[in-house]
Nanobody
Framework: QVQPVESGGGLVQTGGSVRLSCAAS????????TGWFRQAPGKEREFVAS????????WHADSVKGRFTISRDNAKLPVYLQMNNLKPEDTAVYYC????????????WGQGTQVTVSS
């Protein structure tokens, strides 16, 4: 199964910004909403943000609302996650996945991209 490719992570200081990208080949995400998730060491993977396929409606977790923004080009992909005013608790591996009924569609996740926020 082809996996999405996440990129754009790195090491950033508290208060800094990064922009993540989620790319997928073929029809992997075609017709589905796209979600960003993250997993910090020792914690469960958690939802961060999503954007609908039709209309580009967005949702953001309360923990990132006002700081992170999910978006995409008119071509639907890639999907971006602009992360501003980063905090150490945002440190995690960030993943994207297609969504169905609000839940991840594919069991197999990509490699993700590491975001590390230094204090």
């Amino acid at each position: 199964q082809v996996q999405p490719v996440e990129s754009g992570g790195g090491l950033v200081q508290t208060g800094g910004s990064v922009r993540l990208s989620c790319a997928a080949s073929g029809r992997l995400f075609s017709g589905y909403a796209t979600g960003w998730f993250r997993q910090a060491p020792g914690k469960e993977r958690e939802f961060v943000a999503s954007i609908s396929w039709i209309g580009g409606r967005t949702w953001h977790a309360d923990s990132v609302k006002g700081r992170f923004t999910i978006s995409r080009d008119n071509a639907k992909l890639p999907v971006y996650l602009q992360m501003n005013n980063l905090k150490p608790e945002d440190t995690a591996v960030y993943y994207c996945n297609a969504l169905t009924g609000g839940a991840p569609l594919y069991d197999q996740w990509g490699q993700g991209t590491q975001v590390t926020v230094s204090s």
